[in-house]
């Protein structure tokens, strides 16, 4: 078994839900009492949140490398950055370590590949919705057509996740103002919808659509499972 490398704390909430995942996920695999070989440094929210709001991503990446680092020398053997938002800068982070970093955004695309589906809706923070890096990989590696909400929803996916889920609240009309927001990427072509955030798994759950929904968090997770069992 190979030892998962994780970068956390982006927020801790989903970091935590990542540990439970892939130890469940080896122990499924493997029964008895196994569980996942892991190592994870978990970075200050609040630090990587002030960076990101003030546009300093120069800053934001010598910290992401720093901790990739600290990751690898601690012997794992491969990297997961547990945020979707930080893959920003994941071709810098590669490049800057030995060890193969295990890309959210192609585990989310190899689902969505998986159901027959190539036209999508992405949620997330405003970072991802509204940079290229991870619809210009979805597009290009993948051939996804994506879509993104339209400006007001945008402020209200971004805002629940930044000042709710972050922090662990999970309230009702957060989780009815997200399903309106999937009904209307629905109403673009969606066919599916991308939860392009670790927290917002949280909050929507595939019983609470109609539309199929990929948890970034689990795919990942799982992705690192079936890697880190790879002979």
């Known amino acids: 078994m ?15 839900e990542y540990y439970k995942l892939v130890n469940e996920g080896i122990h499924q695999a493997l029964g008895g009492v196994h569980s996942a070989k892991s190592v994870m440094v978990s970075v200050d929210f609040a630090e990587i949140e002030t960076l990101q709001k003030n546009g300093r ?6 910290m992401m490398i720093d901790a990739a680092r600290q990751v690898e020398s601690a012997g794992a053997d491969f990297l ?3 945020t979707n938002t930080m893959h920003k800068m ?10 193969p970093l295990l890309h959210i ?14 036209t999508v809706g992405l949620l997330g923070t405003r970072f991802t919705m509204q940079g290229d890096f991870y619809k210009r990989r979805l597009a290009d590696k993948f051939g996804l057509k994506v879509h993104t909400p339209v400006a ?9 996740i930044y000042e709710e889920l972050v922090v662990g609240k999970i309230l009702p009309a957060s989780k009815v103002a997200y399903q309106k927001i999937i009904l209307n990427l629905a ?5 599916g919808v991308i939860l392009g955030c670790t927290e917002i798994g949280l909050l929507v759950k595939q019983s609470d659509c109609s539309l199929p929904l990929f948890d970034t968090t689990l795919l990942h997770a799982q992705a690192a499972v079936q890697y880190a069992l790879k002979a």
Do not use: F, Y
């Not at 991503?57 to 010598?62: G, L, Q």
């Not at 007001?152 to 629940?160: K, L, P, R, Y």
């Not at 109403?187 to 066919?191: L, N, R």
């Open 2 to 16: 190979k030892t998962i490398g994780m970068i956390g704390g982006m927020s801790w909430e989903s970091s935590a």
């Open 57 to 62: 991503w120069e800053e934001a990446t010598r």
């Open 80 to 82: 997961m950055i547990c």
């Open 90 to 99: 994941a071709e810098e982070v590669q490049a800057a370590i030995q060890i």
């Open 105 to 118: 955004a192609d585990a989310a695309a190899a689902a969505v590949l998986e159901q027959g589906i190539h």
């Open 152 to 160: 007001a929803d945008q402020d209200i996916v971004h805002d629940i």
């Open 187 to 191: 109403d673009q072509g969606a066919e």
